[in-house]
């Protein structure tokens, strides 16, 4: 009887932790979308429209100045918050089993760091904004473990369940929020406890954030019928995308390794890293912010030569771009870069095939390749394919072929060169085994 009361108990707690913190992860989500866009006009002087549409509109000036100044202004703030103690991140205190970060975080420093990651992709800074809300939300559980008595690994599970949500508050994507805290955010050895949180605390967070979302996706899916050349295409395209993911995330960490020092140096890097996306700007307008316009822009890209090229040109520059603003010394995700480079991607080897004579779905093709790179960067292909999916809500039968090309990645980023070191270990342990006379004076063998 006992244990059963102490089990009650435990489930009710677990019970008001999940709905406090998805509904304060969903009114996080809705601040972080309404501070972005006041951001926004800010530096770029309009009102109204997607960052793209501001852009566009913003005097040729302006474009280069709005990166610049607002990288220099959180690099000013990042340099005296990183020199007057610096934020705990909540991917250390998820892994401090003893609780001493989690009780460090605080609230005022997570919400000031996240601020100014908002503030920089408002100025066009080329670096993902879902950073704010997985810091802001993994923080607020966080604050409500101790007085909620949720002991073990339950406590965690909710930090990464909250930072999940946040991200699904703001993307409305229930789904890769949960999947995002199990398969990223979450240790396998305590996956089982953050799915049972997860879900529901990102389902929570992601229906209050219908009050500013009204339910609708983040990118309008155009018409996408399967051809007889969609397979064919897609298998083409899994060594482009998995080689594009890889090295991003390659070069992004050796960037973010090797950054600026936290001196005066962050507010001249990221200024200086500003300007170059703003003048870059000039002949690329959706290259600006986190990549949330250039995924739109592939997603509806025609099949022409001149739109071909702009696509080329967001693979090329978008990756540079974030890993400059990273470099500088900038706090920030990188879901919004990777999925934008690899539809950007997907979209480009689409139109190419339709200039040849193909039929294919560009916006298909955009989806595959936004959720293939994904995977690859994050080393999480679930999470990819259904943040992607959940972004476009797209047909099931691109969910089938995003899961297919998810599955052909992780095989060549994961189990193929598994298998490679495998093979080359064994054959090296071979090698150097003793040999020994065969026999009947035959060849030796190995001992």
């Not at 002991?151 to 508050?169: E, K, V």
């Not at 051809?227 to 995308?241: E, G, H, K, Q, R």
């Amino acid at each position: 009887m006992a244990c059963d009361r102490r089990r009650l108990l435990r489930a009710g707690r677990l019970f008001v932790a999940v709905v406090l913190t998805g509904v304060a992860a969903g009114l996080i989500g809705i601040l972080m979308a309404h501070l972005l866009e006041f951001f926004e006009s800010v530096f770029y002087g309009a009102g109204e429209g997607s960052l793209l549409e501001r852009v566009e509109r913003a005097p040729l000036w302006r474009r280069v100045l709005a990166p610049a100044a607002g990288g220099a202004i959180a690099g000013a703030l990042w340099w005296w918050e990183r020199s007057t103690g610096g934020v705990v991140p909540v991917e250390a205190a998820i892994a401090d089993l003893s609780g001493g970060s989690r009780r460090r975080m605080g609230i005022a420093r997570p919400f000031l760091d996240g601020t100014l990651q908002v503030l920089t992709v408002g100025a066009g800074n080329s670096v993902g904004r879902e950073g704010a809300p997985r810091l802001m939300a993994g923080a607020v559980a966080a604050r409500l473990i101790d007085p909620l008595m949720i002991t073990g690994l339950w406590g965690p599970a909710l930090m990464a369940s909250a930072a999940g949500a946040g991200l699904a508050a703001m993307y409305n994507t229930p789904l890769g929020g949960a999947a995002y805290a199990v398969e990223i955010m979450l240790g396998a050895g305590n996956r089982r406890r953050g799915l049972l949180l997860a879900v529901p605390v990102s389902l929570v967070a992601t229906m209050v954030s219908w009050m500013h979302s009204r339910g609708r996706p983040t990118f309008q899916m155009p018409q996408a019928a399967p051809s007889w050349w969609t397979p064919a295409v897609m298998v083409a395209l899994v060594p482009v995308l998995v080689a594009l993911g890889v090295g991003a995330r390659a070069g992004w960490k050796w960037l973010r390794d090797h950054r600026l020092p936290d001196t005066w140096t962050l507010p001249v890097g990221l200024g200086a890293a500003g300007a170059l996306t703003g003048a870059l700007s000039l002949g690329l307008p959706m290259l600006p912010g986190n990549g949330k316009d250039a995924m739109a822009v592939a997603l509806d890209s025609p099949a022409t030569g001149a739109a071909l090229a702009a696509l080329v040109a967001i693979v090329v520059l978008k990756p540079v771009a974030t890993g400059l603003t990273l470099g500088a010394g900038a706090t920030g995700g990188l879901l919004a870069p990777s999925f934008a480079l690899g539809g950007s991607a997907g979209a480009a080897v689409a139109g190419l095939a339709n200039l040849a004579g193909a039929q294919v779905s560009v916006a298909a093709l955009a989806l595959v390749g936004a959720s293939t790179v994904l995977g690859v960067t994050q080393r999480a292909p679930v999470f990819g394919v259904l943040f992607v999916w959940e972004l476009a809500r797209g047909p099931l039968w691109t969910l089938a072929a995003m899961s297919l090309m998810a599955g052909a990645a992780w095989w060549l980023t994961t189990a193929l060169p598994t298998g490679m070191r495998r093979r080359r270990r064994d054959g090296a342990q071979a090698a150097r085994a003793p040999r020994r006379p065969g026999p009947q004076g035959g060849p030796a063998v190995a001992g």
